[in-house]
């Protein structure tokens, strides 16, 4: 009975240190984002940085869309992908709120044409962007289609994967990520009082989420079944 009590505990610790972990490492890579000014090569290593940090620890998320491949795919249970995306929240209003206190700025992506056209292409781009970089992520974290099992090569080809995916989203700045545009949207409305942009906040949200799942089926029904046969036949 003991044993199983310590069990218990050690894995809801583990939890919360997975959660902890992405808090804090969405707050750094919210402070980088700031910092960048919009350079795609600075991004990439904020990025680098806070996924190093928590990769050993939570599984390097950063990011809801992630979190909800990782629990599409079963690889995190319910519990875990709603404490996360808490965790993920909070880290990326917490570094807002510091680059906005602290700096005296904060810069966000933004749909900046509303007609309905473009709107759907930003929302499309989102959507692309973020199905070829979590896709590589489920490569990665798959031992048999993974590139490489050494940890940094994971991580050096993942950032990689995110860098060039914001290449879908260069009108609207290539966030990938629901969590920190929310988060950086309504304090750069805070600070621009530019209400408009609450109108466009939605393609953030549902275009990386979209991706999410198209990407989890892409590699489940096909990348999947297709490398295992290569290699079977190899």
Sequence with gaps: MEEKQLTFSQRHAQKFNGA??????????????????????KIALAF??????????????????????????RQISTGTCLLYWIAQLIG????????????????????????FHWIIADLCGEALGSFSFILMIL???????TFSDKPIASITLITLSLHLSRCFTSHSGGCLNPGMAVALEL????????????????????????????????????????????????
Excluded at 214 to 232: D, G, H, Q, W
Aim: proline share 5%; hydrophobic share 50%.
């Design 139 to 145: 490569i990665q974290c798959n031992p048999k289609t």
């Design 48 to 73: 680098f940085g806070s996924l190093a940090l928590c990769a050993p620890i939570s599984g390097g998320h950063i990011n809801p869309a992630v979190t909800l491949a990782m629990w599409l795919t």
């Design 92 to 115: 990326a209003f917490g570094g807002g709120f510091f680059c906005y206190m602290v700096l005296g700025q904060i810069n966000s992506p933004m749909v900046t044409d509303l007609n």
């Design 187 to 234: 304090f750069q409305v805070l600070k621009t009082n530019e209400l408009e942009r609450l109108d466009s906040m939605w393609v953030f949200i549902a275009g990386p989420f979209a991706g999410a799942i198209i990407a989890v089926i892409f590699f489940k029904l096909i990348y999947s079944p297709a490398f295992n046969r290569y290699y079977k036949n190899a």
């Design 20 to 41: 902890l972990i992405e808090m804090i490492s969405m707050a750094l890579f919210a402070y980088g984002i700031v910092c960048s000014e919009g350079n795609g090569g």
